[in-house]
C-alpha cells in the first residue's frame, strides 16, 4: 500500500482500513504463536508498514485541518 493511495482516501476509509489492517496484524500473531507456519514470515513486517502508514497520514490530515482552521 502506498502513502500515496491513502492520501486520496477520506477520513472514514483510512479508519476502516487501520481497523483491518490492526486486525490482520493480530490474526497474523496469532498463528505464529500458536505454531501455524503456513503464514508469510514477511506478513508481519509488512502489516507493521503499513499501519504505520495509515497512521502518518490520519495524522497529516489532522495537521491540515488545524493549519487551514488558522
Known amino acids: 500500500m502506498k502513502a500515496k493511495n491513502l492520501r486520496e482516501q477520506t477520513e472514514e476509509e483510512l479508519a476502516q482500513q487501520y481497523e483491518t489492517t490492526i486486525k490482520d496484524l493480530f490474526d497474523v500473531r496469532v498463528k505464529k504463536i500458536s505454531g501455524d507456519t503456513s503464514e508469510q514470515p514477511l506478513r508481519v513486517r509488512t502489516l507493521r508498514r503499513d ?12 495537521l491540515q485541518g488545524i493549519i487551514a482552521k488558522n
Open 51 to 62: 499501519v504505520a502508514r495509515i497512521k502518518t497520514v490520519i495524522r497529516e490530515k489532522e
